[in-house]
């Protein structure tokens, strides 16, 4: 069964940092592009980040260029994102997704504030 | 950076047919931008209906459907049922992920 479950979010205050994990099972997961989509509370999705299969090219929105973080470890079947200097505005539930297909996490919740 | 569009919001009857749409400000969607259409109703996370124009997953419900129409890409439902009415995004994969506004389906 192909699986991906999201971990790593919570409360943290403005300008602080978090570091969001994906697991995935089900599938090789070094072969496919793997993006990060989040969601503010009552809005539509945005699409934050993404990284190819072997980790060679990585793509980031504009809203959070500089200050996010993509990575993955294919021998743990995992993907990552580090926030850093982290906004109010960056409050959503972030999901984790693997491109094609579009097999989406559950989603795990951000919260930025003091 | 192209905009993606979609209706904000779509009313059909129990039964009835419905087609939503997503448009680009960079031009017409091609098969070559491999739209998606995405299902999420309220406090779960989205699913995947229509994949790379028309394909469909094995949960995809065979009223839905997916094509080109016009320029644009299209989310066609025939035989809409309650369990239907939730918010449907496309994204065009075609260099920088977009996604649309999202459409506000309601079936009434």
């Known amino acids: 069964e192909v699986q991906v479950v999201e971990s790593g979010g919570g409360l943290v205050q403005p300008g602080g940092s978090l570091r969001l994990s994906c697991t995935v099972s089900?599938?090789?997961?070094?072969?496919?592009?793997m993006s990060w989509v989040r969601q503010a509370p009552g809005k539509g999705l945005e699409w934050v980040a993404h990284?190819?299969?072997?980790?060679?090219?990585?793509r980031y929105a504009d809203s959070v260029k500089g200050r996010f973080t993509i990575s993955r470890d294919n021998a743990k079947n995992s993907l990552y994102m580090q926030m850093n200097s982290l906004r109010g505005e960056d409050t959503s539930v972030y999901y984790c997704?693997?491109?094609?297909?579009?097999?989406w996490g559950q989603g795990t919740q951000v919260t930025v504030s003091s | 950076q192209a905009v993606v569009t979609q209706e904000p919001s779509l009313t059909v009857s129990p039964g009835g047919t419905v087609t939503l749409t997503c448009g680009s400000s960079?031009?017409?969607?091609?098969?070559?931008?491999?739209p998606y259409w995405y299902q999420q109703k309220p406090g779960q996370a989205p699913r995947t209906l229509i994949f790379?124009?028309?394909n469909k997953h094995s949960w995809t419900p065979a009223r839905f459907s997916g094509s080109l129409l016009g320029g644009k890409a299209a989310l066609t439902l025939s035989g809409a049922q309650p369990e239907d009415e939730a918010d449907y995004y496309c994204?065009?994969?075609?260099?920088?992920?977009?996604f649309g506004g999202g459409t506000k389906l309601t079936v009434l």
């Open positions: 089900g599938f090789t997961f070094s072969n496919y592009w």
């Open positions: 960079a031009g017409p969607v091609t098969s070559d931008l491999w």
């Open positions: 790379d124009t028309t």
């Open positions: 997704l693997r491109d094609y297909g579009g097999i």
């Open positions: 994204m065009l994969y075609g260099g920088p992920r977009v």
């Open positions: 990284i190819k299969g072997d980790g060679s090219e990585k």
